[in-house]
């Protein structure tokens, strides 16, 4: 059933809880691929009449593709999830956007014609596989990227810190406490319950537990807490902190997307409409600010203006970028529609499952919301480059 040029609709969207990467953290002893495994059934058992037999490939984002994720991760996870050996399976990267470009690039096959039903995952154990490992930059790549800084994520943030002092320590501190009471509130009054797929993980003293709640949430966070924190990117004059940064983390997120025909036809109710994906470079040294271009791009694509955006979710790799991204796109921070439920400074940025996370706030944030009608998805990512895509809400177009 192939159909050229279709509407592409999400069905679902899950994800495991974010746990802290390192020995601390709730996964430190489960596998990146078992991670995953548990999303693919939560996919069938929440979706009657969904099953592996009709997934044409399972496109998967994982940043670091080694070790555990090495060896085609996206062609593995059905097979381990005892999907049969059926389903094709590829790895993508693109750093932080890895996972949000699985979801973009499902959407350009739906819409091609080329399949009308795929997986688009995204996972990072970042306790396992830390940002780098094994990494071989070329000679001229520094000075080509236009610096060391380039190299560090955290630089990056202290650099547009730099470029743009408008932004300063105490406003991204600010941010970053608005960002932890968004993101209790939200637990507290549930949100992530339909989301967050449970995940038995084992503890150091051998301990079998359910994980089911994210691990790097700090609702105790204060403004003055924060201001005392240390910046670890530059002893002198920093701003950046582990406060107002996103952490380091390990989690995976799913998307099951289809075309329209596919989902009507099947009797699944789709919950959101891929309108536009925009990519875009920019200098690596203030990588952050790319996700400006990239919506830019989107938005003329699309037609749309950020006015016509109900729902902002903007992935907070720093709170300097985040501001000064909203602040060119011409929305203020504490505009109701950014981040409702909060962001990556308190769930953590496990990079490239941060996507899809993105894409569950959306589904989530559409249910609830039915009248508004579009909503952006938007990243940053190392190296210099922005990924953005706009969804419509059709809970609006049923209610
Ligand atoms: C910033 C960063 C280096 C901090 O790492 P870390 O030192 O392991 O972070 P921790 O969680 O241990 O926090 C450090 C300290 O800050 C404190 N802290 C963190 N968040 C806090 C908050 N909201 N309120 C108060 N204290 C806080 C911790 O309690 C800890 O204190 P301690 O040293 O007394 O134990 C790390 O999170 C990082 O690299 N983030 C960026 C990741 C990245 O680049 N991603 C890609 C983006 S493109």
């Known amino acids: 059933m192939s159909n050229t040029f279709s509407d592409v609709v999400v069905i679902d969207a899950v994800r495991t809880a974010f746990g802290r990467a390192g020995e601390k953290g709730i996964f430190w002893n489960t596998r990146a691929e078992d991670l995953c495994i548990p999303l693919l059934e939560a996919l069938v058992e929440r979706n009657p009449g969904f099953g592996p037999d009709m997934v044409e490939d399972s496109i998967w984002g994982v940043t670091n593709q080694v070790k555990e994720q090495g060896g085609t991760i996206g062609r593995m996870i059905p097979i381990l999830a005892q999907w049969g050996w059926k389903i094709p399976g590829c790895s993508i990267d693109r750093m932080c956007a890895s996972g949000l470009t699985a979801v973009g690039f499902a959407s350009s096959h739906i819409t091609c014609g080329m399949a009308d039903c795929l997986l688009a995952g995204g996972v990072e154990h970042m ?25 560090n994520m955290g630089m990056t943030a ?6 743009f002092p408008e932004f300063t320590r105490e406003m991204a501190d600010e941010y970053a406490w ?33 994980i089911d709640k994210d691990q790097h949430p700090r609702p105790e966070t204060t403004l003055e807490g924060l201001a005392k924190l240390k910046t670890p990117f530059r002893e002198q004059g920093g701003r950046v902190t582990a406060g107002n940064s996103s952490g380091l983390n390990d ?6 997307l289809m075309s329209r025909v596919m989902a009507e036809k099947n009797g699944f109710t789709p919950k959101l409409r891929w309108v536009a994906t925009g990519v875009a470079g920019v200098d690596p040294t203030i990588m952050g600010t790319a996700p400006v271009p990239a919506t830019l791009k989107a938005l003329e694509k699309a037609g749309l203006t950020m006015e016509d ?17 909203l602040d060119r ?41 039915p009248d508004a009608r579009y909503g952006l998805t938007t990243m940053c990512v190392g ?3 922005g990924y953005s895509i706009i969804w419509e809400n059709l809970n609006r177009i049923r209610s």
Request: glycine share 10%; net charge negative; with cysteine.
């Open 309 to 325: 955006m109900d729902i902002i979710e903007i992935n907070e790799a720093f709170a300097v970028q985040a501001l000064y991204c």
């Open 251 to 256: 989690g995976a997120a799913v998307v099951l």
């Open 383 to 385: 190296r210099g480059q």
């Open 127 to 151: 306790g396992h596989l830390p940002m780098g490992f094994m990494r071989d930059p070329h000679p001229m790549a520094e000075e080509r990227l236009g610096g060391p800084s380039a190299f």
């Open 329 to 369: 796109l011409g929305v203020s921070p504490d505009d109701s529609r950014v981040n409702k439920w909060g962001g990556a400074i308190a769930y953590g940025h496990p990079l490239a499952a941060s996507g899809p996370r993105l894409v569950a706030f959306m589904k989530g944030l559409f249910a609830q919301n």
């Open 158 to 163: 202290e650099n547009i810190h730099d470029r």
């Open 178 to 210: 608005q960002c932890q009471r968004k993101t209790a509130e939200a637990i507290e009054a549930g949100s992530m319950a339909d989301m967050i797929v449970p995940v038995e993980s084992t503890l150091a003293d051998g301990t079998k537990v359910l």
